[in-house]
């Protein structure tokens, strides 16, 4: 027994060299590849293949997945791999539909624990908000950490359901003063919150700590909340910069913990440097909600303590429990609002009365200029329902084609309260409680006598990316503006953007050295109007409307022939040039194609020619330079292409067959040529079987 002991022993010695040889091997062989990964210079692009949440196997090794050779790449394993590889990487996705995270045509990764921390610069790029949402469930969770000091890009993503407790950047998190952006992207239901401690928690979508740079591009912030601390939807840190373009900002709030102090900046609170441009900022809170005995929170819609532009922007009914509804602009800060609407906020008093409330609109305590814009239907406890300039401060407002009335506030002040300089071509509809608004060009109307500005009754989508409040036939601001600015920047455009241009018209009985151009942030008259057209056989031309901007996109429902060929009228109110055309595909569309093939200029129409536009894509139609003579400035059209759309709402749905059944065998009209998808001039089962076989088929 012991003999065959002894041999057993001697027998599986070389065993055990071998096996910790080959260990070794593969250790050194991991070890290589991770060397060679952190060393090598070219980017590396990661596909995550995966709705899955697990780790990568060999962080470094250069290859994402969760077993060596399973080839299961997961969005959190892709991370891991990036931040191991030296130099900014790229990340992908490309996940089968029998993928168990797939359901209706979007992907769902549900989050089990934070995603690792985002140490490298990194492109993060996602098929589109629609598609792929990143949830965090139930989990005390932030998206994304920032800690590069490199730059890391977010797109087409959608994040839910995140929260982190006594910290700050419920959903996103710059934090090592690096540079952030985030384009194309949805953050819903997230917050930072505060255990009732006396740490306050702040930036509840976005968080930018001083030194950092945020881009944000054409992207939604719903529900994103700072939950015992400032900046509901986002905070700037002293000395960070931040530029918001295009988005929306909505339904969120910035809260007291009851320890801390009031939350401030129901959407946005700025110390450092920030820009807010064709924006919209609705539906927000700054208050007390826990007690505590503090006073209340200011700037319903935005807290400034830096330095901030907002141009050609929308904030409405926002609310603040002390100060500044739509906006409180702090001691020593810098605003400047440009061609924007400040419409239906309001700063309420704390319950129990234990403060005062003014400033519906704006409050203000520093330095304030605001530019052809419309402050109206604000409302204030106490006193100032359009701008309250606070006289116990170093606040100093000046105003220049600015509409401030139709606002409420009790006493003596409805419009404005304290003192302010005025450029003149103002118009206030009750100018009591204020003194500086006497230019010669001003408009002016008392609480005996108010001057009615002739606003249309609410805001409305008139055009552009942002609401505004139209100006009504025969309101006096029509004509009596300037298009410059406090600045000295030329405006050619109103609020809405390129396509609403400001009509400079001297001839007129203008105001004094005004140009003719109205007062506020919307210009009345002509302008510029968008169709496809196509022919219905005998039935003659009929025309979609295309809005130039807004939320709703035209939808050409109709067949494009082989060549998938589009016709494109847009006519302005006055002769013009361009100088060129282009079309710019759907990037959210995998495979999506469109090209011009010819265009002309005819006076004041263009026409421009589309050939091979696949379906179900939104393209943009740009015409650069295009000039009246007086104005330049580029014309963007979008247009939804969707077969079978027939009910114009973006998908194609047992709705659009049932809505092409019902109108068989009627004569194509204004009224019914949508339902002739295929351009016969006559509606029949051939455009039901074409409807129906596109059903399932949506916008991106």
């Given at each position: 027994?012991?003999?065959?002991?002894?041999?057993?022993?001697?027998?599986?010695?070389?065993?055990?060299?071998?096996?910790?040889?080959?260990?070794?091997?593969?250790?050194?062989?991991?070890?290589?590849?991770?060397?060679?990964?952190?060393?090598?210079?070219?980017?590396?692009?990661?596909?995550?293949?995966?709705?899955?949440?697990?780790?990568?196997?060999?962080?470094?090794?250069?290859?994402?997945?969760?077993?060596?050779?399973?080839?299961?790449?997961?969005?959190?394993?892709?991370?891991?791999?990036?931040?191991?590889?030296?130099?900014?990487?790229?990340?992908?996705?490309?996940?089968?539909?029998?993928?168990?995270?797939?359901?209706?045509?979007?992907w769902t990764i549900n989050l089990s624990r934070a995603l690792p921390d985002i140490s490298d610069s990194v492109n993060i790029n996602g098929p589109g908000a629609n598609m792929l949402t990143l949830n965090g469930g139930s989990h005390l969770l932030r998206f994304f950490n920032v800690t590069t000091s490199g730059t890391v890009n977010l797109s087409g993503l959608a994040l839910v359901n995140g929260e982190v407790l006594d910290d700050n950047g419920g959903g996103i998190q710059n934090y090592n003063a690096g540079t952030l952006n985030v384009t194309n992207c949805s953050l819903g239901a997230i917050l930072a919150l505060s255990d009732n401690t006396a740490v306050a928690t702040s930036g509840g979508g976005i968080y930018n700590r001083a030194g950092g740079t945020v881009n944000v591009i054409n992207t939604e912030l719903a529900a994103t909340s700072a939950d015992g601390g400032n900046g509901g939807c986002i905070y700037n840190g002293g000395t960070g910069t931040i530029h918001v373009t295009d988005s929306t900002l909505s339904d969120s709030y910035a809260s007291a913990n009851g320890v801390t102090g009031a939350g401030n900046g129901g959407a946005v609170y700025n110390a450092g440097t920030m820009t807010i441009t064709n924006t919209t900022i609705y539906l927000?809170?700054?208050?007390?909600?826990?007690?505590?005995?503090?006073?209340?929170?200011?700037?319903?819609?935005?807290?400034n303590g830096g330095t901030m532009t907002v141009t050609g922007s929308t904030i409405y009914q926002a609310r603040a429990v002390t100060n500044g509804g739509g906006i409180y602009n702090a001691d020593f800060a810098s605003l400047n609002i440009i061609n924007s609407t400040i419409y239906g906020n309001d700063a309420a008093a704390f319950p129990a009365g234990r403060n005062l409330a003014s400033g519906g609109g704006i409050y203000n305590r520093g330095a304030l200029n605001v530019s052809n814009s419309t402050i109206s239907g604000n409302s204030a406890d106490t006193a100032g329902g359009g701008i309250y300039n606070d006289s116990q401060a170093t606040g100093n407002v000046t105003v220049k084609s600015t509409i401030i009335a139709k606002n409420i506030g009790t006493g003596s002040d409805p419009d404005v309260a304290g003192s302010f300089t005025s450029q003149g071509f103002n118009l206030v509809g009750k100018n009591d409680g204020s003194t500086g608004l006497n230019a010669t060009t001003d408009l002016t109307g008392t609480i005996a006598s108010p001057l009615d500005p002739k606003l249309a009754a609410s805001l409305q989508n008139n055009g552009g990316l942002t609401g505004t409040v139209a100006l009504l036939s025969g309101s006096p601001a029509i004509d009596k503006g300037t298009s410059t600015t406090i600045t000295g920047l030329h405006l050619t455009a109103d609020q809405r953007g390129v396509g609403y241009s400001r009509t400079i018209n001297k001839s007129n009985p203008n105001a004094t050295g005004g140009d003719g151009t109205d007062i506020g942030a919307f210009e009345s008259g002509a302008h510029i109007k968008a169709v496809s057209r196509k022919t219905h056989g005998t039935a003659g031309m009929f025309d979609i409307t295309l809005p130039l901007t807004g939320t709703k996109v035209g939808v050409e429902c109709r067949k494009g022939g082989s060549s998938h060929v589009f016709t494109v009228i847009i006519t302005f109110p006055t002769a013009v040039t361009v100088e060129s055309v282009s079309v710019t595909p759907d990037s959210k569309a995998p495979g999506a194609t469109a090209s011009v093939s010819s265009s002309s200029?005819?006076?004041?129409?263009?026409?421009?020619?589309?050939?091979?536009v696949s379906n179900a894509q939104r393209i943009v139609i740009t015409l650069s330079g295009v000039s009246d003579g007086t104005n330049t400035g580029d014309v963007s059209v979008p247009m939804?292409?969707?077969?079978?759309?027939?009910?114009?709402?973006?998908?194609?749905?047992?709705?659009?067959?049932?809505?092409?059944?019902?109108?068989?065998?009627?004569?194509?009209?204004?009224?019914?040529?949508?339902?002739?998808?295929?351009?016969?001039?006559?509606?029949?089962?051939?455009?039901?079987?074409?409807?129906?076989?596109?059903?399932?088929?949506k916008l991106p």
């Open positions: 027994m012991i003999m065959k002991t002894t041999n057993a022993r001697h027998l599986f010695r070389p065993l055990i060299g071998v096996a910790l040889v080959c260990a070794a091997a593969v250790a050194l062989c991991a070890a290589t590849r991770a060397d060679a990964a952190q060393q090598a210079p070219f980017p590396e692009i990661f596909v995550v293949n995966s709705t899955g949440d697990g780790d990568d196997a060999f962080p470094g090794d250069g290859q994402c997945e969760t077993v060596v050779g399973n080839g299961v790449c997961t969005l959190r394993a892709a991370i891991e791999e990036a931040n191991a590889h030296a130099g900014g990487d790229g990340i992908s996705f490309s996940i089968p539909t029998s993928d168990p995270g797939y359901s209706n045509g979007m927000f809170d700054a208050d007390l909600t826990n007690g505590g005995g503090n006073p209340g929170g200011n700037g319903g819609g935005i807290y200029v005819s006076g004041h129409l263009v026409t421009v020619y589309l050939t091979g939804g292409v969707l077969l079978g759309d027939t009910n114009n709402n973006g998908s194609v749905t047992s709705n659009d067959v049932t809505l092409t059944q019902s109108k068989v065998g009627q004569v194509v009209s204004k009224t019914t040529f949508r339902e002739d998808v295929t351009l016969d001039g006559l509606i029949n089962s051939t455009d039901v079987q074409q409807v129906q076989s596109k059903v399932g088929s």
